[in-house]
């Protein structure tokens, strides 16, 4: 029901933009989050955005490069990645669901898509 796109290799300092688009139901009264997984080593917040699209949040590493936005009438979420770094790489996760104004924390969510890789090379 949450379909993740648009990761892909780049060079370090290039940009990307993840879609996740949501069906099945209406994903526009829950929170949407995007996370992240790198070989050997745990899923991490990366950002998330309230169901109204008001508030938002970024773990400290990605602040003012990546950007998430939704557009509740296409059922997506987005997340605009800029000046992408090698340390980005990692499989990315959209998730929906939990506290309307988000979580950072993945067992909030109930709901998983199935993740897109972003490969950043140095």
């Known amino acids: 029901q949450l379909q993740a796109s648009g990761g892909g290799l780049v060079q370090a300092g290039a940009s990307l933009r993840l879609s996740c688009a949501a069906s099945g139901r209406t994903f526009s009264i829950y929170a949407m989050g995007w996370f992240r997984q790198a070989p050997g080593k745990e899923r991490e917040s990366v950002a998330y955005?309230?169901?109204?699209?008001?508030?938002?949040y970024y773990t400290d590493s990605v602040k003012g490069r990546f950007t998430i936005s939704r557009d509740n009438a296409k059922n997506t979420v987005y997340l605009q990645m800029n000046n992408l770094k090698p340390e980005d790489a990692a499989v990315y996760y959209c998730a929906a669901g939990g506290p309307r104004g988000g979580s950072k924390y993945s067992n909030a969510y109930n709901y998983w898509g199935q993740g897109t890789l972003v490969t950043v090379s140095s």
């Open positions: 955005i309230s169901w109204s699209g008001e508030s938002t």
